[in-house]
């Protein structure tokens, strides 16, 4: 199982971003995919969730409205849209996946070294 994220920038604020995580080695489409992020020198936050057929989706009240997740199963590739970037919103996003078929998961067993978001003017 490989996990790879992309699309990671410094951006000035009020621009917007996508990010994609690609993953193989399993069967992409059967799966919860979740987006989390770290800010500089604080803990992982749950951004979003997306079931594997990419119709149930789930977001963390802080980000919804402007952040978006989606797949492309075809593609096995997972998606973080983010608009409207805000300073605060500096972090590392990373991809995860859970054995367990829940949008709130205890346990995630893969996850990609992540993409680095930078908002500064």
């Known amino acids: 199982v490989q996990l790879v994220e992309s699309g990671g920038d410094l951006v000035p604020p009020g621009k917007s971003l996508r990010l994609a995580c690609v993953a193989s080695?399993?069967?992409?489409?059967?799966?919860?995919m979740y987006w989390f992020r770290q800010p500089p020198g604080k803990g992982l936050e749950w951004i979003a969730s997306?079931?594997?057929?990419?119709?149930?989706?789930y977001y963390d009240d802080s980000v919804k409205g402007r952040f978006t997740i989606s797949r492309d199963n075809a593609k096995n590739t997972l998606y973080l849209e983010i608009r409207s970037l805000k300073p605060e919103d500096t972090a590392l996003y990373s991809c995860?996946?859970?054995?367990?078929?829940?949008?709130?998961?205890?346990?995630?067993?893969?996850w990609g070294p992540g993409t680095q978001v930078t908002v500064s003017s």
């Open positions: 995860r996946r859970s054995s367990l078929d829940l949008p709130r998961p205890s346990h995630y067993d893969f």
């Open positions: 080695g399993f069967s992409f489409s059967s799966y919860w």
């Open positions: 997306i079931n594997g057929g990419g119709d149930d989706t």
